[in-house]
Antibody, heavy 120, light 108 residues
Framework: QMQLHESGAGLVGPSQTLSLTCTVS??????????WGWIRQHPGTGLEWIGY???????FYNPSLNSRVTILGDTSKNQYSLRLNSVTAADTAVYYCAVKRGVMAAFEYWGLGTLVTVSS | IVLTQSPATLSLSPGERATLSCRAS??????IAWYQQKPGQAPRLLIY???NRATGVPARFGGSGSGTDFTLTIDSLEPEDSAVYYCQQRASRSPEYTFGQGTKLEIK
């Protein structure tokens, strides 16, 4: 059973860069089966897909965030990361890392989530 | 593609059946999924590809539909089913995912 855990700064200043890491246990992210994703949830509202990456380096991002997002994997540490540039208060949310298997167009494994607040 | 869920809130009693709707703004492929989210927890995958139950999901949970209209049915409701339920789609020729706004299910 794959387990995910998010870590990173919980407070980010406006116009700064949000950086989070997802540490994976229970299986290797370099397995050909997995896509490594990020999803966020603004306070009290629904879910927003941010994007995901594959071990080949292919990445797929939400068009509304595309110019500001980078998802990268570090297979040596069984981790992957999210970077979101030029943040504003609108980026305040709970950020989840979530993994899907290639055969499934749904996210099967989720981290517990981490709240990131954008504020000065 | 926009997903619209209804009703926004559903209040039922234990033992009853819940029927949750998810309507897409245009016809979608088979890539419809449903998630359950309880307060303070991450979403949990229930159903993928319209009607396939994820690992460990009880048979009380079922998915159906096609085209633009999809349904999550929960039989024999239990108090633990109280949660917000989200539908999610991925277009057949696009890697993008979108979620509905959620239906809050309350078990009285």
């Amino acid at each position: 059973q794959m387990q995910l855990h998010e870590s990173g700064a919980g407070l980010v200043g406006p116009s700064q860069t949000l950086s989070l890491t997802c540490t994976v246990s229970g299986d290797s992210i370099s397995s050909g089966a997995y896509y490594w994703g990020w999803i966020r949830q603004h306070p009290g509202t629904g879910l927003e897909w941010i994007g995901y990456a594959y071990r080949t380096g292919d990445t797929f991002y939400n068009p509304s965030l595309n110019s500001r997002v980078t998802i990268l994997g570090d297979t040596s540490k069984n981790q992957y990361s999210l970077r979101l540039n030029s943040v504003t208060a609108a980026d305040t949310a709970v950020y989840y890392c979530a993994v899907k298997r290639g055969v499934m167009a749904a996210f099967e494994y989720w981290g517990l989530g981490t709240l990131v607040t954008v504020s000065s | 593609i926009v997903l619209t869920q209804s009703p926004a809130t559903l209040s039922l009693s234990p033992g009853e059946r819940a029927t949750l709707s998810c309507r897409a703004s245009q016809s979608v492929s088979k890539f419809i999924a449903w998630y359950q989210q309880k307060p303070g927890q991450a979403p949990r995958l229930l159903i993928y590809e319209i009607s396939n139950r994820a690992t460990g999901v009880p048979a009380r949970f079922g998915g159906s539909g096609s085209g633009t209209d999809f349904t999550l049915t929960i039989d024999s409701l239990e108090p633990e089913d109280s949660a917000v339920y989200y539908c999610q789609q991925r277009a057949s020729r696009s890697p993008e995912y979108t979620f509905g706004q959620g239906t809050k299910l309350e078990i009285k």
